[in-house]
């Protein structure tokens, strides 16, 4: 029998999507309160992968992601969810757009071997943690890299995508063998 033991804290991503890049960094400083300082950040981008969204946020929206540096107990994601839900029917209500939201967040959290979404949706491949909230399995990591599942949305399976959270990764390994944030490593 295994021992019971705390896992290891995880990091918090969000990925954002939204009309425009100023849509973008109106929410960054209530992210960034709420989370911490900013760890890496892949900025504004084209989202081009699917229409699905055009109702709400636009013809052309952008994609943009950020981490944060403290890490924090994977067990947090469903408060996490909860708040962005909150802060998404906000922005809805402040732009005149209830029901509508012109800034969806998608928070989720890696480990070394994994990178989770958080969801309000039940699915064959998602598991339930409370209150309503489920995460999803999106990427795992092998033999250096990320790699995707059958289900993963088909922006997650996307090089720029994978690249960026690969990159994330690395500053993950090296805050959890240093326990410093990467800003502060320094140069050998």
């Known amino acids: 029998m295994g021992a019971v033991k705390e896992p290891a804290k995880v990091k918090i991503i969000v990925g954002i999507l939204a009309k425009d890049a100023a849509s973008v960094e109106s929410v960054r400083s209530t992210l960034r309160e709420r989370f911490g300082e900013e760890d890496l ?22 994609r943009a ?60 491949q998602r598991v339930y943690i409370s209150r309503g909230i489920f995460v999803e399995p999106t990427l795992y990591f092998q033999d250096g890299h990320f790699h995707h599942f059958d289900w993963t949305y088909r922006d997650y399976q996307s090089e720029k995508y994978i690249t960026y959270l690969e990159q994330v990764r690395a500053r993950l390994a090296y805050q959890m063998s240093t326990g410093k944030p990467y800003r502060l490593r320094t140069n050998p």
């Open 41 to 62: 950040n892949l900025e504004p981008f084209p989202f081009t992968f699917t229409n699905y969204y055009k109702e709400e946020i636009g013809d052309a929206p952008v």
């Open 65 to 124: 992601f950020f981490s944060y540096e403290p890490l924090v107990d994977r067990t947090e994601i469903v408060d996490i969810k909860l708040w962005t839900n909150d802060l998404e029917l906000s922005i809805a209500e402040s732009a005149g757009t209830p029901g509508l939201r012109p800034v969806n967040l998608d928070p989720g959290y890696m480990t070394l071997g994994q990178f989770f979404l958080a969801t309000t949706k039940d699915q064959r």
